[in-house]
């Protein structure tokens, strides 16, 4: 692997930045939350963000725009959860992934069952130390605690986001069995061999280099540890040579916060390059489900399986966008929501729909199956 360029932590500066754009609210809620942020903060991030995307195209992006994002990898995806973090709570919930749907279940109770799958094949058990890489508010995190009883550090580069997932752990009475690190996980803290097991759900995609993620999360990994990941790929059928392809992926990454998705066949060897023995490995999105992973992005309500699916399914139906997103502006314009809202909002809207053509398509998955161990020596 040839070496990343690591970006210099300074947790001072974001712990200041997050204070200026968010100051003390954390419990707050949907617009609400959207409209308390600092005007000039938002603005802020939201130049830093976009300026690795405002007039770069898939018809001509280059080698060069690509490094330049990887470069800023940490900058990169901090701002665009300093951005995107009250969208996502307010249409998905606090639990940032997607997940497969069996007959008749509800869209909430998949999502808890995705993350229960992962933490059995896992074998996570009662009182294991466990690290979540990638945390996010802490949503899986919170549930694999109370399925498993395990012990989970969750690592994040968002202030923000562990102020949230902070609060969330209290709430739930689970604070003496989970925790919450700043950091960055191409560059962790932790020593050599501290933790059982590790998991990333949806979000080592992040990296730079997954060789480079890969190998932190294998360091921090005891002997015979074991690691799962839900990894978001483009399958081998994604051609960098088609542009419609690129339009896809590019599209993907602008609305998520992504410098540098890679195929399939790429993200096995890299986890095999850190050192780990596959243990097991599979496309979830292949399986024969009632419902496809996407559909709630699609917008179709026939899908749905309760009331409380209804009102999820509803936001992302092209009509609940159009009010949502005109709603956004209107308040924008009225100064109501700071600068940018809208911006953001809809670039996560054209996210969402290159993740259902990738879908469609069999170009991208959401839910590559990894799991993997650390040799015993």
């Given at each position: 692997m040839a070496p990343i360029a690591l970006e210099p932590e300074n947790h001072s500066r974001d712990a200041a930045f997050k204070q200026a754009l968010h100051g003390k609210q954390v419990k707050g809620e949907g617009f609400l939350s959207m409209m308390s942020k600092d005007r000039e903060a938002h603005k802020e991030a939201t130049e830093e963000y976009f300026k690795h995307w405002d007039d770069k195209s898939y018809e001509t992006e280059t080698v060069e725009v690509r490094e330049a994002r990887k470069k800023e990898y940490a900058t990169l995806t901090r701002h665009y959860y300093n951005l995107a973090t009250d969208i996502y709570e307010y249409g998905w919930g606090g639990c940032f992934h997607f997940c497969r749907f069996a007959y008749g279940e509800g869209f909430h109770q998949a999502i808890a069952r995705h993350e229960h799958y992962l933490a059995h094949l896992m074998g996570l058990r009662d009182g294991m130390k466990v690290l979540d890489v990638g945390c996010g508010v802490g949503g899986p995190a919170r549930e694999i605690v109370k399925f498993s009883d395990v012990n989970v550090v969750g690592l994040n580069n968002n202030d923000y986001q562990i102020d949230r997932a902070t609060a969330y752990a209290v709430k739930e009475g689970l604070s003496k069995k989970l925790s919450f690190v700043k950091g960055d996980f191409m560059q962790m803290s932790f020593l050599e061999n501290t933790f059982?097991?590790?998991?990333?759900?949806?979000?080592?995609?992040?990296?730079?280099?997954?060789?480079?993620?890969?190998?932190?999360?294998?360091?921090?990994?005891?002997?015979?540890?074991?690691?799962?990941?839900?990894?978001?790929?483009?399958?081998?059928?994604?051609?960098?040579?088609?542009?419609?392809?690129?339009?896809?992926?590019?599209?993907?990454?602008?609305?998520?916060?992504?410098?540098?998705?890679?195929?399939?066949?790429?993200?096995?060897?890299?986890?095999?390059?850190?050192?780990?023995?596959?243990?097991?490995?599979?496309?979830?999105?292949?399986?024969?489900?009632?419902?496809?992973?996407?559909?709630?992005l699609d917008g179709d309500l026939r899908m749905a399986q309760s009331l409380g699916d209804v009102v999820t399914i509803a936001r992302m139906t092209k009509w609940g966008r159009y009010v949502a997103h005109n709603t956004i502006g209107a308040l924008e314009r009225i100064g109501l929501m700071p600068t940018g809202t809208k911006k953001t909002a809809d670039s996560l809207a054209v996210a969402a729909d290159c993740l259902v053509e990738g879908g469609k398509k069999k170009l991208f998955t959401p839910m590559y199956l990894i799991v993997a161990r650390k040799p015993k020596s």
């Open positions: 059982d097991a590790v998991y990333a759900i949806e979000a080592t995609v992040h990296a730079p280099s997954l060789e480079g993620v890969y190998s932190q999360i294998f360091r921090v990994l005891k002997p015979g540890g074991v690691f799962g990941v839900y990894e978001w790929f483009m399958t081998d059928a994604y051609d960098n040579e088609n542009s419609e392809h690129r339009r896809i992926r590019l599209g993907i990454e602008q609305g998520d916060g992504i410098s540098n998705m890679v195929r399939i066949s790429e993200g096995l060897h890299a986890i095999r390059a850190a050192g780990f023995h596959l243990e097991l490995h599979e496309d979830l999105a292949e399986r024969e489900d009632a419902r496809p992973w996407y559909y709630p």
